[in-house]
């Protein structure tokens, strides 16, 4: 049973930066691509950030660049991706999610269907 689990979320200043962590159990993705994801109440999920577990390549929506950091670690028999978050706006306000595709499929997308696992989300709230 494939489980991911997100942590880190809060309330903070425009400016501030946050870290937020994805525990990933129960499946094979050293051959797979982790995603995070945002929602805002009544739109899309949209994609923010990628990589590749295996070669550790990394996409991001342009609107993050130069201001968000995907990276994954392996220890003590566990999987973690983490997305620091620096430089925040309002407007990066939103459910942040963490996504996994199937294992053995490593390209990294950018919408959600392609991710059929996923975790609860972590609020991010950014005010101005």
């Known amino acids: 049973q494939v489980q991911l689990v997100e942590s880190g979320g809060g309330s903070v200043q425009a400016g501030d930066s946050l870290r937020l962590s994805c525990v990933i159990s129960g499946g094979a993705f050293s051959r797979s691509t982790i995603g995070w994801f945002r929602q805002v109440t009544g739109n899309e999920h949209e994609f923010v950030a990628g990589i590749n577990w295996s070669d550790d390549s990394t996409r991001y929506v342009d609107s993050v660049k130069d201001r968000f950091t995907i990276s994954r670690a392996r220890a003590n028999d566990k999987n973690t991706v983490y997305l620091q978050m620096n430089s925040l706006k309002p407007e990066d306000t939103a459910v942040y999610s963490c996504?996994?595709?199937?294992?053995?499929?490593?390209?990294?997308?950018?919408?959600?269907?392609?991710?059929?696992?996923w975790g609860p989300g972590t609020q991010v709230t950014v005010s101005s």
């Open positions: 996504r996994a595709r199937r294992p053995g499929y490593a390209t990294i997308l950018t919408t959600s269907p392609d991710y059929p696992y």
